[in-house]
């Protein structure tokens, strides 16, 4: 199994930044992506960036690309997810998952969950 623990969440004001790290431990051997999700009140989880641990390919929705940046430290097993600009539509649980095969934005396809991180942005 791989665990995961996300830390760095808090409230800021729009425009701020926030960073957002998940500590995977555990088998991480056979982690070969981690994948930030977000899911806001009311809505459903969805994706929000993704890396690749071996080549440190990044991938982004499209309502975070060039605010959102993600990074890997295989030394640490820890995946950074910086936030800048933050907008109010940002406020949600940020998750990091694990998953065996390539980095996906369908939430079925990671094996492991962190427990989450609570990002509010005011207005």
């Known amino acids: 199994q791989v665990q995961l623990v996300e830390s760095g969440g808090g409230l800021v004001q729009a425009g701020d930044s926030l960073r957002l790290s998940c500590a995977a431990s555990?088998?991480?051997?056979?982690?070969?992506?981690i994948g930030w999700f977000r899911q806001a009140p009311g809505k459903e989880r969805e994706f929000v960036a993704g890396v690749v641990w071996s080549a440190g390919i990044t991938t982004y929705a499209d309502s975070v690309k060039g605010r959102f940046t993600v990074w890997k430290s295989n030394a640490k097993n820890t995946v950074t997810l910086q936030m800048n600009s933050l907008k109010p539509e940002d406020t949600a649980v940020y998750f990091c998952?694990?998953?065996?095969?390539?980095?996906?934005?369908?939430?079925?396809?990671?094996?492991?969950w962190g427990q989450g991180t609570r990002v509010t942005v005011s207005s």
């Open positions: 555990g088998r991480t051997s056979s982690s070969y992506a």
């Open positions: 998952a694990s998953t065996a095969r390539d980095t996906s934005r369908d939430e079925v396809a990671y094996d492991y």
